[in-house]
């Protein structure tokens, strides 16, 4: 495949700024999260990276049957395209407890689970799930370093999971933890900081084993450690980004070898001087939580960002002397999730041309439920 792989030959036809996805490309980042596990059994993917029903289909595909997402709508995006082990990395506060609950009753096939790190809201999904059509898996969430969410390994961590494995409704699954906040560069000194971080992780499930309490999974970090947590089988992987892949974890983890399987495409509005192009690619086309760049256009990697607001993106730079008023130009961003999650479509690209549209549905709030 030539260097302008992610070109389209019917870029006029497109308006921009536009999210291309290249299903072959995800298909060889697919078949390479299963090579890194050892077997899709391992993966418990994320799908908060692309939101789309069609990549569940190739994932099933492959024989990867079980599923992390962070919102209800993605759950049932996820059960509606046949998923039908689902775990929601969100502990289900408010209603989103009693929607969990609609989804069970709508697809009672579907072994639902949730990660709790509060023995009230245990409470509240026991009172909930008790007359459900079957129980309610719930995971311990454990933070193993991150300090966003979970619960420290210990005795009051040992006390809650005792409380879900006793309350009716409920089913204790085992544990989550999530390390987040390990991005180190170096694969081994990432994997240093994941062994030493899991260390309290393993010792509390042995504690947990020898109290007579099952833990039947333990689902294990995101995508800079899934290496690392792939080299252990007595762990599920839950990587995400890999699916799409973007020049922020491509950079940041030089070990992991994917593909850019999702792209940007984006056209010159206004020339302001000899050396910068305006392009309509702000930040409600691709995410802005990452300090500039936030996308890296292919053919100007060296171009630097000047400004960039809710509609425009200024770049100055030698490559920009060539370019016109009107012309098309691609480029993947540094963080793909939530830059996914600011279109309402993909356009499908086959063979060199965009022949359709993928619905990204789970960028919603609320499907049906």
């Not at 420290?152 to 906040?181: C, F, M, Q, V």
Request: hydrophobic share 40%; aromatic share 8%; net charge negative.
């Amino acid at each position: 495949m030539g260097d302008d792989w992610y070109r389209i030959s019917n870029e006029a036809e497109i308006p921009s700024p536009a999210l291309l996805v290249y299903p072959n490309r995800i298909l060889h980042n697919l078949q390479g999260m299963v090579e890194i596990a050892g077997a899709p059994a391992r993966l418990r993917p994320h799908v908060k990276t692309h939101k789309l029903p069609e990549l569940i289909g190739m994932q099933l595909s492959l024989g990867i049957d079980k599923f992390k997402c962070a919102t209800i709508a993605e759950a049932e995006m996820v059960a509606g395209s046949g998923g039908m082990d689902i775990l929601l990395a969100h502990q289900p506060v408010g209603p989103n407890a009693a929607r969990l609950r609609f989804l069970m009753d709508r697809y009672p096939k579907v072994r639902w689970a949730a990660i709790v790190d509060d023995v009230n809201w245990v409470n509240t999904l026991s009172r909930l799930f008790s007359d459900a059509p079957r129980k309610l898996v719930v995971y311990l969430d454990l933070d193993c370093g991150m300090h966003r969410t979970g619960i420290a390994p210990g005795p009051e961590a040992l006390d809650l999971y005792r409380t879900i494995s006793r309350s009716p409704g409920l089913e204790a699954g085992g544990l989550h933890a999530y390390d987040g906040h390990n991005h180190e560069s170096d694969l081994a000194k990432r994997t240093a900081q994941c062994e030493a971080d899991f260390v309290p992780v393993l010792e509390f499930r042995e504690q947990l084993e020898g109290q007579g309490l099952s833990v039947p999974e333990l689902v294990a970090g995101g995508t800079p450690t899934f290496p690392v947590h792939a080299a252990h089988a007595d762990r599920n992987c839950s990587p995400g980004t890999p699916t799409l892949w973007d020049f922020g974890y491509g950079d940041g983890l030089p070990d992991l070898e994917f593909d850019y399987a999702a792209i940007l495409l984006t056209r010159v509005i206004s020339r302001p001087g000899t050396q910068r192009a305006c392009f309509d690619l702000g930040h409600k086309a691709v995410a802005a939580d990452k300090p500039l760049p936030r996308v890296r256009f292919f053919g100007h990697e060296n171009a630097e960002a000047l400004v960039h607001s809710e509609e425009h993106l200024m770049l100055e730079g030698d490559s920009m002397e060539g370019l016109e008023v009107g012309d098309c130009c691609y480029g993947v961003p540094a963080h793909i999730c939530p830059t996914v999650a600011l279109h309402d479509h993909a356009w499908v690209v086959q063979e060199g041309k965009a022949v359709g549209l993928w619905d990204i549905a789970a960028r919603r709030r609320s499907l049906g439920v």
